[in-house]
């Protein structure tokens, strides 16, 4: 066992799921938290998800580290020279952090929410095949005309806001940005590609603002929040090279399939967690009376609960 009653193979399991369903639009908040109820394990909590979520960051900003390098230097420089402000990496700059707002906002704004309610797995058994249905239409009726040049300030704005719906588990932040990257017109790699730079400040700034959590309370703790970290940073690299390289000739469909078989798998250990909690609690209230039955060998007693 490591911390808290979460073992070494569910860290490795969780950040495993983590790095492969970072990035791939298939919810990772959403697998992070079925795979605990179909397996039985308890749920990690939000703050363990948001941590470990810094592994699969580092292995973007270290993919894409010479974009993420001329982005910044561009935009840095252009606050003290006018003449660069229409640069291209300049504007791509402004348009990352105008799309992080709403996330920002919302975050903060519902974090208990999010910490409790939302987390329920039949949500997220919902939110896996309503926006995996959204994915599928984006991506039949998109024009995928568009390159990540073409960026607009409305485009970021409208793909900020379709990030914030993955404060929801099951929506996928990726899944929801890809998406609405596709509805806008862009391929489906340049949407991808925007959407993994997007990625970077609204997750980083998630995982610091619940670091501060993750020692605190019957959390998983800090050794099995560092297993699983470990893992997902391997795990997010090679799942960013596979999915840019397979959206380049494919389309969504395949995760459209399994995000709608996994809502139903989902929906279904949910609702048993639903039942065996009603059934605990309904037993735990009730009254036990014993029935001395003789038609029974030996006279055994009945047990009832009433």
């Known amino acids: 066992m490591t911390d808290c009653g979460v073992s070494f193979v569910e860290a490795v399991v969780l950040g495993l799921l983590q790095g492969l369903t970072e990035f791939l639009p298939i919810s990772s908040s959403g697998h992070l938290r079925v795979a605990p109820a179909l397996f039985g394990w308890d749920d990690p909590g939000t703050a363990f998800t948001a941590v470990v979520q810094l592994g699969t960051m580092a292995a973007v900003l270290i993919y894409f580290r010479a974009d993420l390098w001329r982005i910044a230097r561009a935009w840095v420089t252009a606050l003290w020279t006018p003449s660069m402000r229409r640069d291209q990496d300049v504007r791509l700059g402004w348009y990352l952090i105008v799309a992080t707002i709403p996330i920002s906002v919302l975050g903060l704004a519902f974090a208990d929410q999010i910490e409790t309610g939302v987390r329920d797995v039949r949500l997220v058994a919902v939110m896996l095949i309503g926006f995996g249905l959204v994915m ?35 929506v996928s932040r990726s899944g929801a940005t890809i998406s609405a990257g596709l509805f806008l017109g862009y391929k489906r790699a340049d949407a991808a590609r925007f959407s993994f730079l997007l990625s970077v400040p609204a997750v980083v700034l998630s995982g610091l603002f619940q670091l501060r959590g993750i020692t605190e309370g019957d959390g998983p703790g800090i050794t099995a929040t560092v297993v699983a970290t470990v893992v997902a940073f391997v795990a997010g690299y090679a799942s960013i090279a596979w999915l840019l390289r397979w959206l380049t000739s494919h389309t969504l469909t395949v995760f459209v399939v399994y995000r709608v078989v996994l809502g139903v798998a989902a929906a279904g250990a949910g609702c048993r967690r639903g039942h065996r909690r009603h059934l605990a609690a309904a037993l735990s209230g009730s009254k036990v009376t014993k029935i001395h039955n003789p038609g029974f060998r030996g006279g055994r007693a009945i047990i009832l609960r009433l």
């Open 136 to 170: 599928g239409i984006a991506d039949r009726v998109g024009s995928r005309s568009k390159t990540i040049d073409e960026v607009s300030t409305r485009d970021g704005v409208a793909i900020g806001f379709a990030q914030a719906l993955a404060l929801v588990p099951g």
